[in-house]
């Protein structure tokens, strides 16, 4: 199977892209975090795969619609 069948056959299925996917699975996992630990940002933004806080900062702020800290302080 290509990779553009595959990726196809997905948001048919799922009803968003791989990569729209994969970044809701991650920004749950930093949610679940951000709530239930004391670790740094940064150290969540490395769990979750990101390879910088700027970036995952970026990216949550995005798709959640406030940043890490503020999440983490409600």
């Known amino acids: 199977m290509s990779q553009y069948y595959f990726s196809r ?15 809701q699975c991650r920004m749950e996992r930093a ?4 709530q239930h630990n004391e670790l740094m940002i940064a150290d969540i933004a ?3 795969g990101f390879a910088d806080q700027s ?3 970026r990216q ?13 302080n409600q």
């Open 46 to 48: 490395r769990l979750v």
């Open 9 to 23: 056959l997905f948001k048919q299925s799922i009803g968003v892209s791989v990569y729209q996917y994969v970044m």
């Open 31 to 34: 949610m679940q975090l951000l």
């Open 55 to 57: 970036h995952f900062t």
């Open 60 to 72: 949550f702020k995005r798709l959640v619609g406030t940043t890490p800290l503020k999440f983490r």
